[in-house]
């Protein structure tokens, strides 16, 4: 007999909430959970996901399944951005733009593919800022119309860029490159300490940043560099890791890899035991580590380099 030829497998939140229901007891196969368990196990679901991700080595393959890349864009003099408040993106366009007059609401550029009504959009004025705003309805053929007017002047060939949703936190930032217009990257230290950044005497200095403190917040991420820049149309391009999704409603997907549903389940069934009124047993623990070890040791890191003995002085 042939096999399905399909290899994907998808979980939803109401097939881990009905799955530990019914393994702890409380729920019928067949039967419908009630309003208030789901709420319940919904919640209690949450707080495993959320505090299985809060550790970046929790399994070997965390730091490749929710490494994302973005781009922060960078402004004249600034040196703190809030990544989760401040424009970045994980992906943009870069454009340049003709002539034109502060007060002015339009702007002609060399190309507008890839931009959309409501998109973020910044436009590099004659005082080498970047004037951000917002693309008011769709591009008429080259003109963009703006939400709001130019607060300058804007030099034939200014840097345009746009792009649509900015990033949530980080929850790990693990590189950093300053990319300029022709798409070369130059790479940032992005562990600089606390101590190392303190040490700064003048924080606000303008050059080229070389390094970076990340300060991580309860929902924000902070990056400060250790130069201001000087030129904002280079674009700080961030590799992290991302928190997964929560759950919200039944159909939400788990924003897990597939290996990881049933030790979601066996865990989630653990922590029902209690408010249920069913001890944890050891069937429920061994279940639970069995399916978490498997899970926790798929994708592993490869690398080419080995241990060999010092076998000097060695007989």
Avoid at 237 to 264: C, G, H, I, K, S
């Amino acid at each position: 007999m042939a096999t399905s030829g399909v290899d994907t497998f998808t979980v939803s939140d109401s097939d881990i909430i009905t799955s530990a229901l019914q393994d702890v007891g409380v729920l019928a196969s067949g039967a419908t959970a009630n309003a208030a368990d789901v709420v319940l196990a919904r919640r209690k679901l949450n707080m495993i996901v959320k505090q299985w991700s809060s550790n970046a080595d929790y399994s070997r393959g965390w730091k490749m399944w929710t490494r994302k890349r973005a781009y922060v864009f960078l402004q004249d003099g600034q040196v703190e951005y809030v990544m989760g408040t401040d424009h970045a993106s994980e992906s943009y366009v870069a454009t340049t733009c003709a002539v034109a007059s502060a007060g002015a609401s339009t702007l002609t550029l060399a190309s507008v593919t890839g931009i959309s009504a409501s998109d973020q959009i910044a436009v590099q004025l004659a005082t080498g800022e970047l004037q951000w705003t917002t693309v008011s309805g769709a591009p008429a053929g080259l003109v963009v119309t703006l939400a709001d007017v130019l607060d300058g002047a804007v030099a034939e060939g200014a840097q345009v860029f746009a792009y649509t949703d900015n990033i949530r936190k980080p929850l790990d930032v693990l590189s950093l490159s300053l990319r300029n217009t022709d798409d070369e990257d130059s790479p940032l230290d992005p562990h600089m300490s606390l101590a190392e950044y303190e040490r700064i005497t003048d924080k606000t200095a303008e050059g080229t940043p070389s390094a970076a403190y990340v300060e991580y917040g309860r929902t924000t991420a902070t990056l400060f560099l250790n130069r201001a820049p000087a030129d904002p149309t280079s674009v700080l391009r961030v590799v992290y890791l991302a928190d997964p999704d929560a759950f919200v409603t039944a159909a939400n997907e788990m924003d897990y890899p597939p290996n990881w549903a049933r030790a979601l389940t066996a865990q989630l069934t653990m922590d029902l035991c209690l408010p249920f009124g069913r001890d944890i047993s050891n069937s429920y623990k061994l279940q639970r580590d069995e399916a978490l070890a498997i899970a926790q040791n798929a994708n592993p890191q490869t690398y080419d380099g080995c241990f060999e003995p010092n076998l000097e002085g060695a007989a």
